[in-house]
């Protein structure tokens, strides 16, 4: 294979999986928007404090070990030792296990402090008997999350990839479905109390685990029973346990420090916003307000560009591994400059259309209540679905390339910039303190990923550069046009579909234009190694 084709299959390679990803994500969008209007903003609080929670759990709890089961099953299945590979599966299901039975023992013995830690002095009785009932609600996930991600890292190991894969659409559509489908019938039918409408969203994530979990054994249990076919026909004997141990703890435990400190974020707005924006000023229910919108309305229309981060972590991997393996240090720069090119022409665009139209796009997801607050806040976080896109990525090239020990250095930096920011920046600009620090920790490790990349490998910093500015005067030459349109024609924020409609045209106007100047300026010739200005052919390739 030519040095080029493997650019492009890297490419390729990642952006498809990023393409993956995106149709999972899409799904996960769905939900919000019905959640928003059955609990109503205020009550999206709750939900954010809850699942930041459920997700620091969930990776102290399984991140790294599946995909620890799925290497190391598949390593031993290569080489016919089938004994050990469901040596694997057992001890890596029982270390996930224990680890999720102690993490729901301390977290529910720990729920009532901790709800009243999260909302602060000024919190009613009732809004912590509310969250308090959403940690209890939350063990059923804590418990069954994990175990099926021990199943899935297995089935992944012997290369069953579409249950794998279907396992995951199947686990979505029954979250989504379950937090729409019982939103609606306790809070518009039976007229329950809003609140429960979290309750139910809380509730879907473990129910649509166990039903997951009972998909496997159905569509998995002839590939169940060809396995365990092998393993009683193998001679001899499985490798010891202990090894096996030391070698699920050696390949997951920097996934599970890397995957805990990154939600430093998440979980310091969690437990300090309300609290903190009490004492400095801020009313509690607009504390409240803030924080669910940040956390969920804006984290989730951020989570889409996002994908960029899940499909070019997957697919960097290989790919980077082969070139350092065989110390070919111009190809890995070669490839190191086709990430980061690709990630900032794709991602520049969109973050800023997400700042310049804002109040379009909060009004299109979640209508018009607390349209002004909900505008101002994604605009301003659009600082946040860049730095929190790209950082991620670095942190993944510095594991790769087998600087564990520095990614893991960074991101400890970075949550303590996270923490000491957090507080300044509160005081300073109330509200928007929680995304201003969040930016600013991400780019700590943005920053320390390029030295460490330009010192050992001689990454080209001004190349990348030049791509981002170029990008950026290119999105912007396609926005303003469609800024000054909206002056004489604004969009209609009362109408949802007319503004989806109106919205809808702009964009594609908008990426036209981006495509033309940004080809004018020879970026995608750049970042996809192509030679002509053809716009048809731009268009092509974006396509395929």
């Known amino acids: 294979m030519t040095a080029n084709n493997k650019k492009q299959s890297l490419l390729t390679g990642a952006l498809t999986g990023s393409f993956g990803v995106f149709l999972s994500k899409a799904l996960g969008l769905f939900y919000v928007v019905p959640l928003n209007s059955f609990a109503g903003e205020r009550n999206m609080a709750f939900y954010s404090i809850t699942y930041t929670y459920y997700d620091l759990l969930l990776k102290v709890c399984s991140a790294g070990i599946p995909f620890a089961i799925a290497a190391m099953v598949a390593k031993y299945v290569s080489r016919e030792d089938y004994k050990t590979a469901a040596l694997v599966r057992r001890l890596g299901t029982s270390l996930i296990m224990g680890l999720s039975f102690v993490g729901a023992c301390v977290f529910f013995l720990g729920s009532r402090p901790l ?8 919190a009613t009785p009732e809004d912590i008997a509310s969250l308090l009932t959403l940690f209890r609600i939350l063990l059923l996930a804590i418990v069954f999350v994990p175990f099926l991600s021990s199943v899935r890292g297995f089935y992944q190991g012997l290369k069953r990839l579409d249950i794998y894969a279907a396992s995951q659409v199947l686990e979505q559509f029954i979250r989504v479905f379950c937090i729409v489908a019982f939103g609606f019938l306790l809070v518009r039918v039976l007229h329950f109390d809003s609140v429960y409408a979290i309750y139910m969203a809380i509730f879907a994530a473990g129910l649509a685990a166990i039903l997951t979990v009972v998909y496997f054994l159905l569509a998995a249990k002839k590939e169940g029973e060809n396995f365990d076919r092998l393993v009683a026909a193998q001679n001899g004997e499985a490798l010891p346990a202990k090894r096996i141990f030391n070698e699920l703890l050696s ?13 430093a974020g998440p979980l310091v707005n969690a437990n300090f916003f309300v609290p903190y924006a009490t004492r400095v000023g801020i009313d509690y229910d607009t504390a409240m307000k803030a924080l669910g919108i940040v956390q969920v309305n804006c984290s989730k229309i951020a989570s889409i560009p996002q994908v960029l981060t899940l499909g070019f972590s997957a697919g960097l991997v290989p790919y980077l591994t082969e070139s350092l393996e065989q110390q070919n240090q111009t190809r890995l720069r070669e490839q190191l400059a086709d990430i980061f090119k690709t990630v900032i022409y794709i991602l520049t665009p969109v973050v800023l259309i ?18 002004e607050q909900g505008a101002r806040l994604l605009a301003f976080y659009s600082l946040v679905a860049f730095t929190d896109t790209v950082a991620p990525i670095f942190s993944s090239v510095l594991i790769t390339l087998r600087f564990r020990r520095n990614a893991i250095i960074f991101l400890i930096i970075a949550a303590v910039v996270k923490l000491i920011s957090f507080f300044i920046f509160v005081y300073l600009f109330g509200e928007l303190g929680m995304i201003f620090s969040t930016a600013l920790s991400s780019v700590i490790v ?3 990923g390029l030295v460490l990349l330009k010192r050992n490998f001689q990454f080209n910093i001004r190349s990348l550069l030049q791509v981002t500015l170029r990008s950026v005067i290119s999105s912007l030459c396609a926005i303003l046009p469609v800024l000054l349109l909206n002056h004489f024609l604004p969009l209609n924020y009362g109408s949802r579909l007319l503004c989806l409609v109106h919205f809808g045209i702009e964009g594609i106007v908008m990426v036209l234009i981006y495509v033309g100047v940004s080809a004018l300026l020879r970026v995608p010739q750049e970042v996809f190694h192509m030679k002509d200005l053809s716009i048809k052919k731009i268009l092509r390739r974006f396509r395929h």
């Open 354 to 371: 997400i700042a310049f139209f804002a109040s379009a796009i909060y009004a299109i997801m979640y209508g018009g209540r607390s349209l």
């Open 115 to 122: 709800a009243a830690r999260a909302l602060g002095h000024a």
């Open 446 to 448: 943005i920053f320390l």
């Open 251 to 263: 390949i997951g435990l920097p996934y599970v420090a890397v995957s805990f400190i990154g939600t």
